[in-house]
C-alpha cells in the first residue's frame, strides 16, 4: 500500500507521540481546538484503507493501522 504525504503525516504525528511517550499511540486527536487539523484527505484516505476509523474530533487506529505505525517507528528507528 502506498500512502500519501497527507496520510503519512497522520501516521508521522502519532509517531512522534509514541517517541515522545514511550508508549502505545492508538487513538489521535484530528482537531485540536486550537487550530491544528489532520489534513482531511489524509484522514479520509487513512479511513478508506482501513487504517483508521473516526468519532468527532479523534481517531482511532485499527489492528492494520497499528501494524503499519509499527513499520513507521521501525523505519525511523532504523536511519
Do not use: N, W
Request: avoid cysteine; aromatic fraction near 2%.
Amino acid at each position: 500500500m502506498t500512502l500519501t504525504d497527507k496520510a503519512l503525516s497522520i501516521l508521522a504525528f502519532a509517531a512522534y507521540h509514541a517517541l515522545a511517550s514511550g508508549e502505545k499511540v492508538r487513538d489521535v486527536t484530528l482537531a485540536d481546538g486550537a487550530g491544528h487539523r489532520a489534513d482531511p484527505q489524509g484522514v479520509d484516505e487513512l479511513k478508506d484503507a482501513g487504517l483508521l476509523t473516526v468519532e468527532g474530533d479523534r481517531g482511532r487506529l485499527t489492528e492494520e493501522g497499528e501494524a503499519t505505525l509499527d513499520r513507521v517507528l521501525g523505519a525511523i528507528r532504523a536511519t
